[in-house]
């Protein structure tokens, strides 16, 4: 009779940590986060009184991401774009009517935009990977179908309340109308400047980020390697609201 009850007593004791687990997951799944647009821009440019002809363009498509619940402060993200003309762009012969500031001259383009690693405690949030900035000279453009990227480590700590640090390392960019990423700036991608030097290493980026009493101030400083150094700096003040309803 003993093998039998000191068999029920281990399945009862392996049982526990099974549950444990199988619940730990689901809470882990329930916590995470899935998110996402539908996008549908006509795009034109009209030439009046120029020989120019005028410009269009179609897209339909968005975004739909993924943002994994952290654990011990970690977590992962990833954002899958899309954009399609569904046939109704000049993409054939000399494309002349074709503006390709809305995806290019491609009649489908699909990018993994973000895949990045995260980790995050009430001071510190670090990332790497393919990123969004908001920066004032880095940022996501995001005004067409699919916004700018980066391949960056960027980290921001709050060492008190309404203050920001933030350190950027920028190696690598996709601009809105690329299928991936490039070592190239706006500038080096950009025909009008082809003394510049066809490949970038990158950017370097420090920001000082702060608000107090109804004023917001921010300084950056920029290194764009092979290209210039940059300062930049706002400072703004809000009133009160003024007569219930102005400010």
């Known amino acids: 009779m003993k093998k039998p009850i000191l068999a029920a007593i281990l399945s009862a004791t392996l049982a526990v940590p099974v549950l ?48 994994t619940a952290p654990v011990y402060g970690i977590s992962a993200a990833v954002a899958f774009y899309t954009a399609n003309d569904l046939g109704a762009n000049d993409t054939g012969g000399g ?48 005004a067409f179908m699919i916004p700018s990227t980066f391949q960056a480590v960027a980290i921001r700590v709050t060492p008190i309340k309404n203050l920001q640090i933030i350190g950027i390392r920028e190696f690598r960019f996709k601009n809105r109308i690329q299928a991936d990423y490039q070592r190239q700036t706006l500038l080096n991608f950009n025909d009008h400047y082809s003394y510049l030097p066809d490949n970038s290493i990158g950017t370097l980026a420090f920001g000082l980020k702060g608000h107090l009493m109804g004023v917001h101030a921010s300084a950056w400083f920029y290194r764009f390697y092979s290209l210039t150094n940059m300062f930049y700096g706002t400072l703004g003040y809000t009133t009160p609201t003024l007569m219930g309803h102005f400010r």
Request: proline share 6%; net charge negative.
């Open 20 to 67: 444990s687990h199988a619940e730990t997951i689901k809470d882990w799944l329930m916590q995470s986060q899935v998110s996402g647009d539908i996008r549908s821009y006509y795009f034109n440019q009209l030439y009046g009184g120029s020989p120019l002809p005028d410009k269009y363009a179609y897209s339909l498509g968005g975004m739909l991401r993924v943002q």
């Open 95 to 142: 494309q002349s009517h074709l503006d390709p500031l809305l995806m290019g001259d491609r009649t489908s383009l699909n990018v993994l935009g973000q895949a990045y690693l995260q980790y995050q405690d009430p001071w510190v949030q670090l990332r790497v990977g393919n990123l969004l900035l908001d920066t004032p000279w880095m940022n996501p453009s995001d």
